[in-house]
């Protein structure tokens, strides 16, 4: 019989989450901050593998992911930050405990209500990276996130009135276009492993055409990708652009469109069998991108080329 797989606990309030932290209840059901620099929280307490029902935000002094990536580019060791989005699963059960935090910044989705960060937030790609594609802070970094998540603790314990919450709603905005900011900065000082992951991205795209893959299984997706090169789907996209320009989806494009190009000039094929090898259920919708990129339709293009 198989042996069933451990459901993942689930954090429906702040307060259960506090409780699993050993700390008091928090002062404000939609919003709490778990340690400070002088309170280090210790996770073990903490289900290795969780889903929360509300916005995490964690600053950890370190960070055991950046020896993941290699040994021939810099990363800064002044430890950094983690996101997670309401419903992700956090953590697994085989990951070790004893992770410390100096902040834990947990937000419920209702407290964004009313502003335009409830919409806003959910744009910025990082909440879906995984645990070891977290942003690493140099000293200067550390001391500006580290000053907004004080400011917000002070709010929270000693300053609850008629504006703090607009104030905290500008804080965390704040910390969220730092952090966007300091990605950013992390893409370019990875350059050489952004260069390295592109190139192995169009590996798998041509091995992924060339061996006619997409006959069997269509036109390759983000998720397929993301999962070939070991990283998240959000932080591919992100990573790309910052190289390209183009996110995951569009970099496909740009390759089913130039594999499209060499079977419209180098082979007999018609336009519906060039659709269905590159992946297309139906060639409609192959001769709409085709238009859509190069402003000619397939045949065109072909006429054209001739």
Excluded: W
């Amino acid at each position: 019989m198989k042996k069933e797989e451990h459901t993942p606990h689930s954090f429906r309030s702040l307060s259960e989450a506090a409780r699993a932290f050993g700390l008091p209840e928090p002062q404000h059901p939609l919003i709490c901050m778990l340690g400070a620099e002088s309170n280090q929280v210790i996770e073990n307490n903490f289900p290795q593998s969780h889903v929360l029902s509300f916005y995490k935000i964690s600053y950890k002094p370190r960070l055991s992911g950046r020896v993941k990536y290699g040994q021939h580019y810099y990363d800064f060791d002044e430890g950094g930050l983690l996101f997670a989005a309401p419903n992700q699963v956090i953590g697994s059960n085989a990951d070790h405990g004893g992770v410390c935090s100096f902040y834990t910044l947990l937000i419920h989705p209702d407290f964004f209500l009313t502003y335009p960060l409830a919409k806003k937030i959910k744009q910025y790609g990082f909440f879906s990276y995984s645990a070891n594609e977290a942003l690493h802070l140099s000293d200067k970094e550390k001391a500006t996130i580290i000053s907004i998540f004080s400011i917000i603790e002070e709010e929270l314990n000693s300053r609850i009135d008629d504006f703090s919450h607009d104030v905290i709603i500008s804080q965390i905005e704040l910390l969220l276009n730092y952090a966007n900011r300091f990605y950013k900065r992390q893409f370019i000082t990875r350059k050489t492993l952004s260069n390295d992951l592109l190139q192995k991205l169009e590996e798998i795209l041509d091995n992924y055409f060339n061996n006619e893959k997409s006959l069997s299984r269509g036109i390759p997706t983000v998720q397929y990708l993301s999962e070939q090169l070991n990283i998240s789907a959000s932080y591919l996209s992100d990573m790309l652009r910052s190289l390209t320009g183009q996110n995951t989806q569009q970099h496909i494009h740009h390759k089913l469109i130039e594999k499209a190009k060499e079977k419209l000039s180098t082979t007999n094929l018609t336009v519906s069998e060039v659709a269905y090898e590159l992946g297309f259920e139906h060639p409609q919708s192959f001769s709409k991108l085709f238009k859509t990129k190069t402003s000619q339709s397939p045949l065109e293009f072909r006429q054209s080329f001739n």
